[in-house]
Nanobody
């Protein structure tokens, strides 16, 4: 199973981007999925997560009301729609899969056992 993230880029403050993460394999619909980010010189942090069913989501306070996570199980893809971007959103963004069968999409990195490569998001002021 592999995760492939894409959609990063350079955007002005106030702009939008949509990240995608495609997951190979046939059991994507059983995984909780999360997005994390790591800014230069900082530790990686939780951004948002979605349950395998899509019915439950979880957001960091810093992105609530601006970011939306969604998934399309038919396409093995999870999305991160980012609106009203701020310079402090600049980071490498990583998607991750929790294959543990948990019902709730958790915020801790150790809950996720499969990670994709990062996609870089740069927000200019």
């Amino acid at each position: 199973v592999q995760l492939q993230a894409s959609g990063g880029g350079l955007v002005q403050a106030g702009g939008s981007l949509r990240l995608s993460c495609v997951v190979s394999g046939r059991t994507f619909s059983r995984y909780n999925m999360g997005w994390f980010r790591q800014a230069p010189g900082k530790e990686r942090e939780f951004v948002t997560a979605i349950a395998w069913s899509g019915g439950t989501t979880n957001y960091a306070d810093s992105v609530k009301g601006r970011f939306t996570i969604s998934r399309d199980n038919a396409k093995n893809t999870v999305y991160l729609q980012m609106n009203n971007l701020k310079p402090e959103d600049t980071a490498d963004y990583y998607c991750a899969a929790d294959r543990g069968g948990r019902s709730y999409p958790h915020t801790q990195q150790y809950e996720y056992d499969l990670w994709g490569q990062g996609t870089q998001v740069t927000v200019s002021s």
